[in-house]
Structure formats: C-alpha cells, structure tokens
C-alpha cells in the first residue's frame, strides 16, 4: 500500500553506491556522515537526553548539476537502510488551489508509516522564495503553498533531502529549518 500510495507522485531509486563511491571534498563528506549519525541517534538525543524539537530531519543539498547531489542522497539511505523515494514535481505542482497541499500532504502521509526518505530534487520549484508585496491571489496562494511546506517539513519524522542548483532562489525561512545545508563542488 506505501509503494502504491509514493508511486502516483514519486519513483523509488536504486540504493547501489556507497560512501566509498562518492567524490567530495571533505568538509561534504564529513556533513554526509554526520547526517547519518544524527539519524541514527535522535531516539537517544530525544528520549534519553530530553532535547526538544523535529524528530526528523531536513537538509539541503547544493551545487552544480553532475556533482553527486542525488546519489549522495542514495547512499544516505542505503547507510540507513531505508528506501528512497524522488518526488516528481510533475505531479506534486497543480494549478488548482489547494491541490499542490493536497499532494503535498499525500506524500508526506504516505512516507511517515513507511520510514522512507524523501528527495525533492530541484526543490527551488516547489520552495522558491515567497514575495512580500502581494498583488494577486496567485502570490497570495503561492505564499500559501510554501508556509503548507514549511509545517510538513517541520512535522515529518523521517529524513527529507532537497536538492537545488540555484542556492539562491531558496526562501531564507526555508533555509534556517534545514539542519544541515551540504554545499557540494565540483571534485
């Protein structure tokens, strides 16, 4: 049923490389293992240490295209041994009011039970930056979409990974709820 449910708006990845395949500089692989560790123990940070806050996690990746974004996204999961789903765009973006939360909310509903990680890659579509000077209901619902993601992120319990390639398209109050935002260079 979660497989049906996360394939109407999104497509399983193979889960093949490791941390021994990727090609980064250190700083990024260091982010990348640190991610996996924060995984790996928020149950203890939570219920043994008593911090407050998001039991999952959301991290952006950054960089140029061809530069390891996605399947660093993979070996995350397979490290974690969890599956990977990238949601389509396509399918999630509607021009309908209310059907792009709609999706939106499908999605996350589906991959909550499922533990799975989800990889929104070119996220600056979905979460671009929210304008200020409101001048037609389109801005105004727009604006709306983004404050709907924004909740949904901080409410998923699993690992969410955005992927761009333009940093700065991103709505700066998307970018303080990431935990980590891994810059990614050419090797």
Not at 69 to 94: C, F, G, H, N, P
Not at 124 to 152: P, W
Not at 154 to 173: M, V, Y
Not at 174 to 187: G, K
Request: glycine letters at 6%; a negative charge.
């Amino acid at each position: 049923q979660l497989c049906g449910r996360l394939q109407r708006l999104g497509n399983p990845l193979e889960t093949r490389h490791g941390f021994a395949d990727i090609v980064a500089d250190d700083d990024t692989l260091e982010a990348l293992h640190e991610i996996v560790a924060a995984i790996r123990e928020r149950r203890r940070v939570r219920e043994e240490w008593g911090f407050r806050g998001p039991s999952g996690l959301s991290v952006l990746f950054s960089g140029s295209p061809g530069v390891g974004k996605t399947m660093s996204a993979t070996v995350l999961a397979r490290e974690l041994s969890l599956a990977i789903y990238e949601i389509d765009l396509s399918q999630i973006m509607s021009k309908w009011v209310g059907e792009t939360e709609k999706n939106l909310a499908e999605v996350f509903d589906a991959a909550e039970p499922g533990h799975v990680v989800l990889l929104f890659n070119e996220a600056d579509a979905l979460f671009g930056k929210r304008t200020t000077e409101v001048s037609s209901a389109n801005d105004r619902f727009a604006n709306l979409e983004v404050n709907y993601l924004l909740q949904r992120l901080e409410r998923f319990n699993g690992l969410s990974i955005l992927t761009t390639n333009l940093t700065k398209s991103i709505d700066q109050a998307f970018r303080r709820r990431f935990a980590y935002d891994v810059q990614f260079a050419f090797p």
